[in-house]
């Protein structure tokens, strides 16, 4: 996607939803010392996860960091944050300061190649509250982001996120859509995905 603004939020048509996206939420030089940041500052785990009845290894690194106290529960498993670090405060701090929330938690993902991939499903669960908003920053490598509407089959929506960019889900979003990063056969480098929320 080319823009002429590229750090101007594009806001996207969806039923049932809000989402928007900004391309180069953080510039590209920036982006790079940020990525590499990351993947020494943080306390990266590959944990199991329960998928009907089945127990398999995530196929992707991921990492909590939070306010105290405030655990976060998918797909069988509960994940306690670490506390937050100066470079992961900055980064939710930019996006605090773009969107006027306050954060509670980043759940952090490391696609390591195009192997690694996060199935369908929605951010819907119980600690995230009623309508969540969902901040995503996107590092490193391009990687496709799939949406599609729970009920409306022909309701679809993908995009590239690109390096340094934010997407953004609110509303109704998490209710009627799905999402997933798939995984791709080209020879994809590593991404690293920060997911920003607020838990009740």
């Not at 690109?162 to 991404?191: A, C, D, Y």
Request: proline letters at 4%.
């Amino acid at each position: 996607m080319q823009t002429l603004f590229p750090e101007e939020e594009i806001i996207f048509d969806l039923i049932d939803a809000q989402v928007s996206y900004v391309p180069a939420f953080i510039g590209f030089e920036e982006a790079n010392e940020l990525f590499e940041k990351l993947l020494l500052q943080v306390n990266w785990q590959q944990d199991d996860i329960v998928v009907f009845g089945k127990k398999y290894q995530q196929p992707r690194l991921t990492a909590l960091y939070g306010n105290d106290g405030k655990s976060y529960s998918y797909s069988s498993l509960t994940m306690f944050p670490n506390k937050w670090n100066s470079l992961l405060t900055y980064i939710k701090e930019k996006v605090e300061d773009f969107m006027k929330v306050k954060f509670t938690t980043v759940l952090l993902n490391y696609y390591r190649d195009g192997n690694d991939s996060n199935g369908w499903h929605a951010d819907n669960e119980k600690e995230l509250g009623k309508n969540p908003i969902i901040a995503s920053v996107s590092f490193g490598a391009k990687r496709v982001f799939q949406m599609k509407h729970n009920s409306i089959k022909e309701q679809k929506f993908k995009i590239e996120l690109e390096h340094g960019s934010l997407l953004i889900m609110k509303g109704t979003t998490q209710h009627f859509w799905k999402h997933q990063i798939p995984k791709s056969t080209k020879n994809v480098g590593p991404r690293i995905n920060l997911t920003f929320r607020i838990i009740n």
